[in-house]
Nanobody, 112 residues
Framework: QVQVAESGGGPVQAGGSLRLSCVAS????????IYWFREAPGKEREFVAS????????YTADSVKGRFTTSADRAKNTAYLHMNNLKPEDTAVYFC?????WGRGTLVTVSV
């Protein structure tokens, strides 16, 4: 079974950048795309972006399009969420998911 763990969150000022990492483990991790979600205080968890391990298509939500990108390094078992031009409304706990496995999340706090 695949397991994932996020890291890289923290405080950042509006307009700044962060890179989140999602480390996947398990013998079949490359069989499953990585999905990024976020959950802001008082809001439902929402899809942010996805990436494949094989250099294929990636998707981003309209709310982050043009600011967030994804990448994946199979050799390091790690997928990344590159977040640029961060806004206060991006403040949330960010999760990655592979198959049915979720990480515990990493908190991103964007201040004005």
């Amino acid at each position: 079974q695949v397991q994932v763990a996020e890291s890289g969150g923290g405080p950042v000022q509006a307009g700044g950048s962060l890179r989140l990492s999602c480390v996947a483990s398990g013998p079949t991790f490359t069989n499953y795309d990585i999905y990024w979600f976020r959950e802001a205080p008082g809001k439902e968890r929402e899809f942010v972006a996805s990436v494949t391990w094989h250099g294929g298509t990636t998707y981003t939500a309209d709310s982050v399009k043009g600011r967030f990108t994804t990448s994946a390094d199979r050799a390091k078992n790690t997928a990344y969420l590159h977040m640029n031009n961060l806004k206060p409304e991006d403040t949330a706990v960010y999760f990655c998911r592979s198959d049915n496995s979720w990480g515990r999340g990493t908190l991103v706090t964007v201040s004005v």
